[in-house]
């Protein structure tokens, strides 16, 4: 049993200030796995006080200071790494090779780019008469979802440290071991104190106390589309920067190629990992009409492939984070039943075999763009399945969406999944199994604003002054 009583405030682990506690479920055993304390406003009150103070002198370090920091904390991170893994597997139900692999992977890499991004960014440049300066902004409040924990933390946390930044996190509740561990990483590592600071509780208290706090400079959010827009609300009347990551929707276009049947059996168990709880999952996977037949068995294949179960063990897809998460998941799989989409494989309740634990069947439907299971983010294990005529109708049902988080288009011709990709209104497409931690992350449309990743990620944390004469 863990617990998980104190908050990291000034360089130090202090007892809340806010009384009462919460048990956190394992989403695989549904047993009580540990509990961590509830937070006040007024301690994100003495968070933010802190992060203020330290920002005075933390601000004026110099790049030097900083790298040597950020290294610091590499080397206090990879020391951690097993420790991270265990935890992620026992909050959210990752799987512990993926926990263990891209889980904790993210956060190495978002490490690395924030110490390669700041080794050579330039920070003041002349135009004209004009001095042009790039300044860290003030005091971020970060605030972080469950679903690829470590990931979320790291992608705000080192570049806003890089940039010059003090912060205060607010992770999930539902998540909030990994994020314990980060916070010892950090003080192991020897991050001046207030220049980060921690503080767990509930999002409605927490989150909005450091949306509306007057001396929070910027907010970073990623999560859901609801809160997106309440912490908006919460931050205009202290006009501060909020950069919002939300849900997806995202297409996934198959040219008619070759090799049809194996892209789409690597986009269904592609859609699986993490068990679909992936804001830039490639969650309609739009394949050519005259070969749906082919399609969908090839789907079916995948989908059924993927062994479920216990994520301490070797299956390839654990359970869904909590039981809300499950009972919405099951919520869609019955609603497109309904709606008359055509289930592929998976469908309503538990896998065969398992009698506990928030485990969902991988499911693909077959349907139009039209339905709600077309439309609304799952953020469970779901792919809809949608065809097209000629690569215009791909285009107009992939942008037929409120969202625009990301894309993906595979194809035989790199040069015409790139044309396609131009026409796709998102804010990252991946074409034929991309990756980069360099390129910028973020929505369109209602999936956010703002951008994370790499030089721009960086540039988020940053205010531009001009000084002219
Ligand atoms: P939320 O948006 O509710 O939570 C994300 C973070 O915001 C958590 O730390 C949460 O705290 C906090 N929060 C909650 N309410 C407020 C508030 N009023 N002000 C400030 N912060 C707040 O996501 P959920 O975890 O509830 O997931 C719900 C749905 O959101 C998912 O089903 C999925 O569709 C989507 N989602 C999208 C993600 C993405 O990456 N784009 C990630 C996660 C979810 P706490 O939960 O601890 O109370």
């Known amino acids: 049993m863990r617990e998980y009583l104190k908050f990291y405030i000034d ?10 506690t919460v048990d956190l479920v394992n989403p695989a055993t ?28 933390y601000s004026q370090t110099s790049r030097e200071e900083r790298l040597a920091l950020l290294k610091a904390i590499k080397s206090e991170y990879e020391k951690r790494l097993p420790e991270l893994a265990e935890a992620i597997t026992e909050e959210m139900g990752a799987p512990a090779s993926l926990a263990s692999g891209f889980h904790t992977f993210l956060g190495t890499g978002h490490l690395d780019t924030a110490i390669a991004v700041l080794e050579k960014f330039v920070f003041e440049e002349r135009q004209g008469d004009t001095l042009i300066v790039k300044e860290p902004i003030g005091v971020c409040g970060l605030i972080t979802p469950w679903n690829w924990p470590i990931n979320q933390v790291t992608v705000k946390v080192f570049p806003a440290l890089a940039a010059g930044c003090t912060v205060v996190l607010k992770p999930p509740q539902l998540a909030a071991y990994s994020a314990q561990i980060l916070a010892e990483i950090l003080d192991a590592a020897g991050v001046p104190k207030g220049v980060f600071n921690m503080v767990q509780g509930k999002g409605s208290v927490i989150g909005s106390a450091l949306s509306t706090h007057p001396d929070v400079d910027m907010i970073s959010f990623t999560g859901s589309e609801s809160v997106g827009v309440q912490i908006s609300k919460d931050a205009a009347d202290t006009v501060k920067r909020v950069c919002l990551e ?11 190629d070759d090799g049809l049947t194996e892209r789409v059996a690597a986009a269904t168990s592609g859609m699986m990992v993490n068990s679909g709880q992936t804001c830039s999952a490639g969650s309609r996977l739009i394949v050519p009409q005259a070969r749906m037949a082919e399609a969908k068995a090839a789907a079916a294949q995948a989908a059924e492939a993927v062994t479920v179960g ?21 919520a869609y799989i019955k609603q497109g039943i309904d709606e008359g989409a055509e289930l592929v494989a998976g469908g309503p309740g538990l896998p065969e075999g398992l009698d506990k634990g928030y485990y969902v069947k991988p499911t693909v439907f077959a349907t139009t763009n039209d339905k709600v299971v077309a439309r609304e983010e799952i953020f469970g294990p779901v792919l809809v399945m949608i065809g097209y005529n000629d690569l215009e109708d791909a285009v107009a049902i992939a942008n037929d969406t409120d969202f625009g988080l990301a894309g993906y288009v595979d194809g035989n011709d790199q040069d015409k999944c790139h044309e396609i990709a131009r026409k796709i209104r998102a804010g990252a497409i991946y074409v034929n199994g991309g990756f980069d931690f360099n390129a910028p992350f973020g929505g369109y449309k209602r999936s956010g604003n703002g951008r994370e990743w790499g030089e721009h990620g960086f540039a988020e944390y940053l205010e531009t002054k001009a000084i002219v004469g």
């Open 11 to 20: 360089g130090q682990w202090v007892d809340p200030i806010g009384s009462g």
């Open 30 to 57: 549904e047993e009580i796995s540990g509990k961590i304390a509830l937070g006040s406003e007024a301690d994100v009150d003495k968070a933010v006080k802190a992060a203020r103070a330290a920002f005075a002198s």
């Open 246 to 256: 939300l849900g997806g929707k995202s297409p996934y276009i198959l040219l008619d």
């Open 310 to 330: 216990n994520p301490a063990g070797n299956a390839a897809m654990g359970p869904v984070v909590s039981e809300d998460q499950f009972d919405t998941v099951q």
